[in-house]
């Protein structure tokens, strides 16, 4: 005598060809746990009629290629700032050629203030007279002519925004940039961003920053700050961009 | 009181708080007076273009003296 099989619901189960809606999922058991590789999902295989298992590792190397070699954004560091200073974050290396830097609604404490960018090493971060060499193309909202040019050749810092970032309830500073060929012997770590801010009359200005360090480094650090004061609020991300 | 620094380890993800060394806080406050100065610059060249364009809105000054007062500031003349 073969079995008869119900659900939760009193609904016969056809052995056969059980419809996904016979499952009572709402009744079920949470996991209580946080999802890991080797938990297992059902799935149609090539939506063919033929049912699969499927670890959860095998969702996530399909949603992020990354995670088996392909390319993707690899996060090294990000912290949420509150009355300090500066910024450093470490751990570049060689594994990567490229790392994207997010500064996200810098606030500064004092107002009025421009913005600074250093690179470093092991032995820390650099501020040498002669270290940097940069290039600032800044732009405002009351303007239709380019505003103006900064640049030095020459300068313990990497400048950006160097007209005044406010520090009022809806001004602050972002910058969304690269760091590339940060190992690379022989050539000198690069940077470049595009940044926007509210000047101290709340007026919107932008405008894009090339920093170089001016000689080669074995990079492992980054560091941001304002020319003077503390950051007061804000959000900075470093990821490594993995190999393709 | 002594300023803090954040330090995230990218081995590790882990952020820290920490204060400026000595050391530290002297470049520091070394900079921040040399930028102080480098501001105070700037603000004062600002309001200066901005007197010269209140003068040429009212008829009192000449655009040519604009002119030439940016030449001067940018060490061009």
């Known amino acids: 005598m073969g079995w008869t099989f119900y659900d939760s619901s009193g609904r016969k189960l056809n052995t056969a060809s059980t419809l996904i809606d016979n499952l009572d999922i709402a009744n079920a058991t949470d996991i209580g746990a946080d999802i890991v590789d080797a938990d297992l999902f059902i799935i149609d295989d090539g939506a063919g009629g033929t049912n699969r298992k499927t670890a959860a590792s095998r969702i996530k190397t399909y949603a992020n290629p990354g995670a088996s070699g392909g390319s993707s954004l690899v996060l090294i560091g990000t912290t949420d700032c509150s009355s300090t200073s500066s910024v450093t974050i470490t751990g570049l290396s060689t594994t990567y050629d490229a790392y994207l830097w997010v500064m996200s609604g810098l606030v500064p404490a004092d107002d009025g203030v421009d913005f600074t960018i250093r690179m470093g090493d092991s032995s820390g971060i650099d501020s040498g007279s002669t270290d940097y060499s940069y290039i600032i193309s800044n732009f405002n909202d009351s303007t239709a002519s380019h505003e103006n040019t900064s640049y030095n050749s020459s300068v313990n810092r990497i400048a950006a925004a160097t007209a005044g970032i406010g520090n009022g309830a809806v001004e602050g500073f972002s910058l969304v940039g690269w760091v590339h060929v940060p190992v690379d012997s022989g050539h000198p770590p690069y940077m470049f961003g595009n940044f926007q801010f509210e000047y101290t009359n709340g007026q919107h200005r932008a405008g894009t920053v090339f920093g170089r360090r001016n000689h080669s480094i074995t990079l492992d650090r980054v560091l941001c700050s304002f020319g003077t004061g503390n950051i007061a609020s804000g959000r900075v991300s470093l990821w490594g961009l993995a190999h393709g | ?77």
Do not use: C, F, W
Not at chain 2, 3 to 14: L, P
Not at chain 2, 34 to 39: D, G, S
Not at chain 2, 48 to 74: F, P, R, W
């Open chain 2, 1 to 77: 009181m002594a300023r803090n620094q954040t330090i995230v380890d990218g081995a590790t993800g882990q952020a820290s708080v920490v204060e400026l060394t000595s050391d530290e806080e002297t470049a520091r406050d070394t900079e921040e007076a040399a930028m102080a100065t480098l501001y105070a610059a700037r603000d004062e060249r600002n309001a200066e273009v901005d007197a010269l364009k209140a003068k040429i809105a009212d008829g009192s000054a000449t655009y040519a003296e604009l002119l030439e007062y940016t030449q001067y500031s940018i060490g061009a003349k």
